[in-house]
């Protein structure tokens, strides 16, 4: 099952909705650097309803830390980044399980020296009217964490 990797996500009612999302599809969720909000806060717990027993969190007190992670597993898994400044659409990524999904903070998205060092596997989610600069990170990690498990499963 792909993993879904948050970088010092800073809205509560965002990482609740998407701790929703890998309790649902069984995606193992990690939390990296300063949180916005502390894990306790009302509004990230309503959001994510009474679904965080069913949720695998991982937290992660650096970007280093979480690398090391990363690079203790057997294999290490891919690292795929998902940004508005990605050049590849996420639609042309082919998916492995063991993949990580990793996503930028609301206001600032990922930090540039990641998306330099990952920069063959950066995608993104395209917006095609050009009216806003972004999605609301829940939605993005949504629509590609589906698309991972479409791809996956074969539906």
């Not at 609740?16 to 909000?37: E, S, V």
């Not at 894990?39 to 965080?52: N, P």
Request: hydrophobic share 45%.
């Amino acid at each position: 099952m792909p993993h879904v990797a948050l970088w010092e996500p800073e809205i509560p009612p965002n990482t609740g909705n998407i701790a929703r999302l890998c309790a649902a599809t069984g995606a193992a969720l990690h939390l990296i650097g300063r949180l916005g909000f502390q894990l306790d806060d009302r509004s990230l717990l309503r959001a994510g309803l009474d679904y965080w027993s069913a949720v695998d969190i991982i937290r992660h007190a650096s970007l280093a830390e979480w690398e090391a992670w990363v690079e203790r597993q057997a294999p290490p898994p891919r690292i795929l980044c998902f940004s508005t400044r990605g050049d590849k659409l996420y639609t042309a990524c082919a998916f492995q399980h063991d993949d990580v999904l990793l996503f930028g903070n609301e206001s600032f998205g990922l930090p540039q020296e990641v998306l330099q060092q990952h920069a063959e596997r950066t995608f993104s989610v395209p917006m095609p009217t050009g009216k806003v600069r972004s999605l609301n990170l829940a939605s993005a990690v949504g629509i590609v964490l589906y698309e991972a498990l479409r791809q996956l499963h074969h539906w």
